[in-house]
């Protein structure tokens, strides 16, 4: 069997990958190893940067999105029991984002492949990939089969098959000293906007789904097993972090789900390896402290669906040449915001009392000063200027 461009992997990147390839009239199969209702269901990001929604909306998926999507101008830190608005949009010329769940456009992209011809494959897991004769090796039904294809796309995320294709690939990688435990929880909002807040008990987050359902998640030991974390515990911990001086109260609920989440800063250099192309958390991982990993994907794909574009129209292998480099300027800048936002909030328990002294002042800054708000404010919207 043959096709274009094979696509290992049905996350976001994958899908939309298939989606912005078949607007162009080029031929794709997207191998996922999972079934359909496991992709669909797997709880994770929920903030897209303004430049996500636009490529969603500009390429035919944003009918829902525009229809639930909450837009935000604004979000508040919280910290020595007192709140501080980052009025994003002001910093920003007018920019916003939107929350809207991963689990969301990963159901709109699957509604829309068939209409478009789209052929996306469940529980078909990639078993290998050859990346200079172009080629999938693959599971499916028992049945070890191959994909000729002119080009792979590596989108099989963190723990996939395709980023050890890469030969003499160069790694850049952080651990952090914490995990975050994540709530979905059947409860009306407390907040109008996100709140991360800091606190001498460690980091949390408040965000949303929608006007009946909080995401929440807290800061938590790597080690730390769900099963420590009943719901009382959670509702305890997260009322005891985000409390303040004004007597601010945090509503609880039925928590509809829970999971931990180990941190970590992940890049492998080059993306690409002959007609092997690499895009999202296969290539690269941010801890999710201001939310980057999902616009990442996006964004890798974006631009490789241009490159592909050009490439089959007019032979030209510029773009596809620039793509590693022009994607990693992009994953870089998102990296250092990513480090900067998680150390900033979180309470290492490696830090001396200099350190914590400096966080503080930090923090104080950021919420005081114009300047170091327009710093954060860019960054997050996704509005930084390319470098
Ligand atoms: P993925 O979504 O990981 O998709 C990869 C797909 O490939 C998966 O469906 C997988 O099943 C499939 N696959 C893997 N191996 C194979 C194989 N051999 N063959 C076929 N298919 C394969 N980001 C944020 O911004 N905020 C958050 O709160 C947040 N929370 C997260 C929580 C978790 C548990 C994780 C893992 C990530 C989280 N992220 C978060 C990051 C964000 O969700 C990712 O950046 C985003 O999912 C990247 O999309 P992707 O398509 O590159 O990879
Ligand atoms: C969400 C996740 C994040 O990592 C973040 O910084 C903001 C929001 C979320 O899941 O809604």
């Known amino acids: 069997m043959r096709t274009q461009v094979a696509i290992a992997g049905a996350g976001p990147a994958g899908l939309l990958l298939s989606h912005l390839l078949s607007l162009r009239g080029i031929d794709s199969v997207v191998l996922e190893s999972r079934d359909r209702a496991y992709v669909e269901k797997r709880q994770r990001a929920g903030m897209l940067e303004q ?34 608005r980052i009025p994003l949009s002001e910093l920003t010329g007018g920019r916003t984002v939107t929350v809207y769940a991963q689990t969301e456009i990963v ?3 699957i509604a829309a492949r068939p209409a478009a011809g789209g052929d996306v494959r469940f529980e078909a897991e990639v078993l290998s990939v050859d990346p200079s004769a172009p080629s999938v090796t693959y599971r499916q039904d028992g049945r070890v089969q191959t994909l000729e294809c002119d080009v792979i796309a590596g989108c099989d995320g963190f723990h996939g098959v ?5 030969p003499g690939a160069t790694v850049f ?23 991360y807040a800091y606190s001498e008990r460690g980091f949390a987050l408040y965000s949303l789904r929608s006007p ?8 938590v030991d790597p080690s730390d097993d769900v099963a420590a974390w009943p719901d009382e515990r959670i509702w305890a911990e997260l009322r005891a972090r985000f ?10 609920g039925p928590v509809l789900e829970k999971a931990i989440t180990p941190m970590r800063s992940f890049v492998t250099e080059p993306m690409r390896h002959d007609r092997l192309f690499l895009a999202g958390d296969a290539a690269h991982i941010v801890p999710p402290t201001g939310a980057k990993g999902l616009n990442l994907a996006i964004s890798d794909v974006t631009v490789l669906a241009a490159a592909l574009g050009a490439w089959y129209d007019s032979g030209s292998t ?9 994607c990693l300027r992009r994953v870089w800048r998102a990296e250092h915001f990513s480090y900067w936002m998680t150390t900033l909030l979180h309470k290492d328990p490696r830090q001396d009392a200099f350190g914590h002294r400096l966080q503080l002042s930090h923090l104080e800054y950021v919420a005081a000063s114009k300047a170091a708000a327009a710093t954060l404010a860019e960054n997050y919207v996704g509005a930084a200027p390319k470098l």
């Open 173 to 195: 990688e952080r651990e952090y000293p914490f995990a975050w435990l994540g709530i979905l929880a059947d409860v009306p909002p407390s907040t109008d906007e996100l709140i």
């Open 318 to 326: 510029e773009l596809l040449d620039a793509y590693s480099a022009t």
């Open 212 to 219: 009946k359902i909080s995401r929440l998640y807290l800061q």
């Open 243 to 252: 409390a303040t001086r004004d007597g601010w109260e945090l509503r609880d």
């Open 51 to 84: 430049g996500t929604v636009d490529v969603l909306r500009g390429s035919g998926v944003g009918e829902r999105l525009d229809r639930e999507g909450l837009t935000h101008h604004g979000l508040e830190l919280r910290f020595g029991g007192a709140g501080h």
């Open 162 to 166: 395709c980023r050890a294709a890469v």
């Open 107 to 109: 159901k709109d992209l």
